[in-house]
T-cell receptor, first 112, second 116 residues
Framework: DVKVTQSSRYLVKRTGEKVFLECVQD?????MFWYRQDPGLGLRLIYF???????EKGDIPEGYSVSREKKERFSLILESASTNQTSMYLC???????????FGPGTRLTVT | AQSVAQPEDQVNVAEGNPLTVKCTYS??????LFWYVQYPNRGLQFLLK??????LVKGSYGFEAEFNKSQTSFHLKKPSALVSDSALYFC??????????????FGKGTKLSVKP
């Protein structure tokens, strides 16, 4: 079974803090993704990566950055957290051969 | 532009009755279509996909989906609903860039509620 893990299930941070969300997959997938999920808005793509050290902006990259130093790990960074970044963050990975994405359990981030 | 629509925010079904969750899509070229389920405070779980071949696709937990090219639809179905099927369901379509790359575009989700 594909396993995608995220470093925290719940996280509370203060406005202005730097926040790191970590994602690790164990299936040697080339592709990794970060989404945020908000009620009524569905899933929105923040950043994605098709290879190590490669990153591409998704639909809502403002206020975020990412890092992919190793194939299995994809980190999402909030340089200076703001209250409008309170959300559920979902990481996913996929193999080019299979097309479907496999998701981690999510991190519910609250910024106060 | 490629897009996915789930026209119903919520679907209510009695346990034992058949269920349908609707999805329509708009893509250029051949569509790659997916269904996911999300239980409360969990990530999304992959249910099934249509890439090519038979229009009726079978997936996990007894779910199936029917691809209809003329109606550009990919509705999720189950012959007999269970209370445990209550969850949020997402339809997705893959962008066709060619090759092995291509992001998924998700619908806004449909909440399925199955009552005993």
């Amino acid at each position: 079974d594909v396993k995608v893990t995220q470093s925290s299930r719940y996280l509370v941070k203060r406005t202005g803090e730097k926040v790191f969300l970590e994602c690790v997959q164990d299936m040697d997938h080339e592709n990794m993704f970060w989404y945020r999920q908000d009620p009524g808005l569905g899933l929105r793509l923040i950043y994605f990566s098709y290879d190590v050290k490669m990153k591409e902006k998704g639909d809502i990259p403002e206020g975020y950055s990412v890092s992919r130093e190793k194939k299995e790990r994809f980190s999402l960074i909030l340089e200076s957290a703001s209250t409008n970044q309170t959300s559920m963050y979902l990481c996913a990975s996929s193999s080019g051969r299979l097309y479907e994405q496999y998701f981690g359990p999510g991190t519910r981030l609250t910024v106060t | 532009a490629q897009s996915v629509a789930q026209p119903e925010d919520q679907v209510n079904v009695a346990e034992g009755n058949p269920l349908t969750v609707k999805c329509t899509y708009s893509v250029s070229g051949n569509p790659y279509l997916f269904w996911y389920v999300q239980y409360p405070n969990r990530g999304l779980q992959f249910l099934l996909k249509y890439i090519t071949g038979d229009n009726l696709v079978k997936g996990s937990y007894g779910f199936e989906a029917e691809f209809n090219k003329s109606q550009t639809s990919f509705h999720l179905k189950k012959p007999s609903a269970l209370v445990s099927d209550s969850a949020l369901y997402f339809c997705a379509v893959r962008e066709n860039y060619g090759g092995s790359q291509g992001n998924l575009i998700f619908g806004k989700g449909t909440k399925l509620s199955v009552k005993p």
